[in-house]
């Protein structure tokens, strides 16, 4: 696994299967979205971190928001193109260097694939990248700690109590919320899922 903030075999996971992964869920918008989008003003700059199939990114242009989607697979970011009609950009996370650029950060399913020891150092990233009062949404998968599900990718699996000191040892957050919920993955696994809403 690198320790760089990506790991390799889950990128070429992605890759392999990006036309399936893509194609996994129908276009549209969830409550989390919507509720994301909801405490952006209107026409806010988002940054979304791993689009996958370009599903969200979708919702949030034919909301009116100006969104700037981006996956660390370039299979998963050409499926998302096709889907768009835009560029997707390609980008690792540890390539984040922007600073004070978006209102939000739209990092759904993502982040739980970044080296448990590199978590910090990508959450400041994106604090960095956000503007004062910017929003993120994140979403992991709750465990105790970094490993492999049945199909090689790997998984931060943090606890809650750890995922808050990843995200405080990052930044100074002005507020953090990490709400719990339960469902699947492409793996077909039920699991818990940690819910972050944190503001720059």
């Excluded at 996994?24 to 952006?40: I, S, T, W, Y």
């Excluded at 448990?116 to 503007?131: F, N």
């Excluded at 490993?147 to 995200?167: K, Q």
């Amino acid at each position: 696994m690198s320790s760089a903030g990506h790991d390799p075999g889950t990128l070429s996971f992605y890759d392999r299967e990006a036309e399936a992964y893509a194609a996994r869920r129908p276009a549209g918008r969830h409550e989390r979205l919507d509720a994301f989008l909801a405490a952006l003003g209107p026409g806010a700059a988002i940054l979304e971190l791993g689009c996958g199939g370009g599903q969200d990114a979708e919702a949030m242009l034919a909301a009116g928001f100006d969104v700037t989607p981006t996956d660390g697979s370039p299979g998963l970011a050409a499926q998302a193109e096709r889907r768009l009609g835009r560029p997707v950009r390609v980008m690792l996370f540890e390539d984040l260097d922007e600073a004070e650029r978006y209102d939000g950060v739209w990092a759904n399913a993502c982040l739980l694939h970044v080296p448990q020891a590199a978590l910090p150092a990508a959450l400041g990233r994106v604090w960095r990248a956000l503007k004062p009062g910017g929003r993120l949404f994140a979403s992991f998968k709750a465990g105790q700690g970094g490993d492999r599900d049945a199909l090689g990718r790997y998984y931060n699996f943090p606890s809650r109590p750890g995922l808050e000191a990843a995200f405080r040892g990052a930044a100074d957050w002005a507020d953090l919320i990490i709400e719990e919920g339960e469902g699947g993955g492409y793996d077909g696994v039920a699991r818990t899922w940690l819910l972050c809403t944190a503001v720059r």
